[in-house]
């Protein structure tokens, strides 16, 4: 069950309080390059994003994000450090949410951001990250390291308790490292002491294919505990590539469903059928079809019938027969020749029966 957490908007997109966790992602182009980052954000969004973020490194920087943000099919969060001046221009500029750490703000900087975003009504993340925080430790060579994902933590949480105190409530929480255990263990702290909103992520995790098992295991494994809110991939590279695993994430997880989901087995000497082969193509055929769907392509007559049954429909062979299964019935025995296109077209019946 998802862990009970504040509500809050990211423009038209709910987070926390049980809202579908939702996929972000962040720009590549630079600040001043707005075109560069439109073609980004419609990228993204074509992927499945529903929030994107760019960096506004400065205050001039902000009057390239307005441009962007008066375009952008997207709710944007506008990254600022340092300057609370930049920060207050990317929520004039439109921004649907700020990231601030206020570590690197001063008090009466962050009293007035938090007073902006409380008029214009948009939340605040309070993002810390393991590397500003051993950027920033003080004490001796010979002293221990710090406990990283404890202090990322407990400094999340000192923070957001005082824009508590300042009486603002939209506040979302991120604690990230690039070792994916401490990011699950800072995340375990908050969700254990409070009822913030958490985003997810493993920082500066690496590129592809290092990322997405550092991400897999780290916000994997908080989501299926309940904890985390809105989720983001961080590949040295491909952006849509990193809003497309997230997405795949949520559904192997079944936080997602829009599609169809292939249940197949991996084959093995019992397998009388060209069971690879036939898997890609039901994937292939079935890939239109937007509508939630459970198809399952199973090998043999050991747990062929189970999940075929379980599925919303399936095939499932048996030597060298396949069997056609619907709402976990046989309905019919079929040449292999005929499976394909005969599960095609219940699919799609299926499918519009469903939307
Ligand atoms: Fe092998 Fe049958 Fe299992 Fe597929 S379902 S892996 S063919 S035992």
């Not at 957490?5 to 972000?24: E, F, H, L």
């Not at 009466?108 to 500003?132: F, K, T």
């Not at 197949?264 to 079935?286: K, N, T």
């Amino acid at each position: 069950m998802q862990r009970h957490t504040r509500p809050v908007k990211i423009g038209d997109v709910p987070v926390g309080n049980g809202a579908p966790v939702s996929v972000q992602s962040m720009a590549r182009a630079a600040a001043d390059d707005v075109e560069g980052n439109l073609a980004e954000i419609a990228a993204a969004a074509r992927a499945g994003c529903r929030v994107m973020r760019l960096a506004v490194p400065s205050r001039e920087a902000a009057k390239y994000f307005g441009r962007v943000a008066a375009r952008s099919p997207l709710p944007l969060v506008a990254d600022t450090h340092f300057d609370w001046r930049t920060t207050l221009a990317a929520i004039a500029e439109g921004a649907a949410k700020v990231r601030i750490n206020p570590g690197n703000m001063s008090p009466d900087g962050l009293a007035r951001v938090v007073d902006a975003a409380g008029a214009r009504g948009i939340p605040i993340r309070i993002g810390g990250n393991s590397g500003s925080i051993l950027h920033n430790r003080r004490g001796g060579e010979n002293d221990a390291p710090p406990d990283i994902a404890r202090v990322m933590a407990e400094e999340a949480l000192l923070w957001a308790r005082r824009m508590d105190e300042m009486g603002f409530r939209d506040t979302v929480l991120s604690v990230k490292s690039h070792d994916a255990a401490a990011t699950v263990r800072a995340n375990r702290i908050i969700a254990g002491q409070s009822d913030y909103p958490l985003h997810l992520g493993v920082t500066a995790a690496g590129g592809k294919e290092s990322s997405l098992y550092k991400s897999c295991a780290a916000i994997g494994g908080l989501l299926l505990d309940g904890i985390g809110d809105t989720i983001r991939f961080s590949f040295t590279g491909d952006m849509p590539g990193e809003v497309e695993a997230g997405l795949s994430l949520l559904r192997s997880l079944g936080l997602l469903r829009d599609g169809v989901e292939i249940i197949s087995c991996p084959a093995c000497g019992r397998c009388r059928v060209d069971l690879p082969s036939l898997a890609a193509e039901v994937g292939r055929s079935l890939a239109h079809i937007r509508a939630p769907l459970r198809v399952a392509v199973m090998g043999c007559e050991v747990n062929g019938p189970g999940e075929a049954k379980a599925a919303d429909l399936g095939i499932a062979s048996a030597g060298g027969t396949l069997y056609l299964f619907i709402g976990g019935e046989v309905i019919e025995k079929l040449p292999p020749e005929q499976a394909l296109p005969r599960l095609v077209k219940e699919a799609e019946a299926l499918a519009i029966a469903t939307s």
